[in-house]
């Protein structure tokens, strides 16, 4: 077992790490019904009380979660290496539960990386993603902590679910000790929390996960940190570099390996300017294509006769 907490928040979190095969950390699950648990023989259930799903409704998960949020790393031990937070950023349930546990864990000061899953199939899934997103946002404010958020656009379901799987698997290297060199706690505590070792405030930065190869950063984006993630210790990063940057030696001879993890500043502001686009766009759409309704008279039980 590798020295990593998983929290699996709401539906989508709790499917996405089901289908990890052989996930070798403790992996915590936590929703607001008993649908996505059925199938689970673990001892790490939370399950939040009087509630049978949230509907997509984040407000009622709130009011149901705020009070016992904390009990969560209380029961539920967090890694003093790395702590991962999976949901979906769209829906009711873990939108809120996935923040509120990221909270704790940053009051707490552990290692946290999140993964947020987005959906823009509906308006209520876009309005949810934008306040899910703006809640860390202002949870990184609130606490003057940086928080590290891997954003996965769904696609389709299938590639969403690959995308979190591998993001999940990556990360598990930077906390296992018996495949890598040159790497340890301290080195992802600083990529993490990059205010503390480069002259950027706390903030909410999106990591980006990508080969090592030349890139050229979007438009008002600052990469602020980095990791390597190599198997050849001759192997630099490529331009652009980054502010601060930690290598890990790779020692698994079964696998060639030549990543980066990349932490950007700025980018969570054109996520947001996009969704709140396509939020207007319907808008606009909406005014223009107005219906008709019609008039109708029942008697007192409602029926036209």
């Not at 209380?74 to 991962?84: A, E, H, T, V």
């Not at 609130?142 to 996965?152: D, E, F, N, R």
Request: aromatic share 6%.
């Amino acid at each position: 077992m590798l020295d990593i907490t998983c929290y699996a928040c709401g539906g989508t979190g709790i499917n996405i790490v089901k289908k990890i095969n052989n996930l070798k950390a403790e992996v915590v699950f936590i929703d607001t019904s008993v649908s996505n648990l059925k199938s689970l023989k673990s001892p790490n259930i939370f399950m939040i009380d009087d509630m049978d799903g949230a509907g997509k409704h984040r407000g009622t998960t709130y009011d149901n979660f705020k009070d016992v949020s904390d009990d969560v790393i209380i029961k539920f031990k967090p890694s003093d290496s790395l702590n991962i937070v999976i949901s979906s950023l769209s829906g009711g349930s873990g939108s809120v539960i996935a923040p509120m546990i990221t909270k704790s864990l940053l009051d707490a000061g552990k290692n946290t990386i999140v993964i947020g899953i987005n959906s823009k199939h509906s308006v209520i899934e876009l309005n949810n993603t934008i306040k899910t997103l703006k809640t860390y946002k202002s949870i990184s404010d609130l606490t003057g902590k940086s928080i590290c958020l891997a954003y996965v656009e769904n696609t389709t379901r299938e590639e969403a679910d690959d995308r979190s799987t591998w993001i999940i698997n990556l990360l598990s290297i930077l906390a296992n000790k018996d495949i890598t060199e040159e790497f340890d706690t301290s080195d992802l505590s600083n990529f993490i929390n990059f205010d503390k070792t480069t002259d950027n405030k706390a903030n909410v930065c999106i990591l980006n996960i990508s080969d090592n190869v030349p890139i050229i950063p979007k438009k008002n984006t600052n990469i602020v940190s980095s990791i390597l993630i190599t198997s050849d210790r001759n192997n630099g990063i490529h331009p652009v570099i980054p502010e601060y940057l930690s290598t890990c030696i790779f020692t698994d001879e079964s696998t060639k390996i030549n990543v980066r993890l990349d932490n950007v500043l700025g980018e969570l502001s054109s996520i947001l300017e996009d969704l709140e686009k396509q939020i207007k766009d319907y808008q606009d759409n909406k005014k223009v294509n107005k219906f008709k309704d019609i008039a109708v008279e029942g008697n007192s039980d409602g029926v036209v006769l």
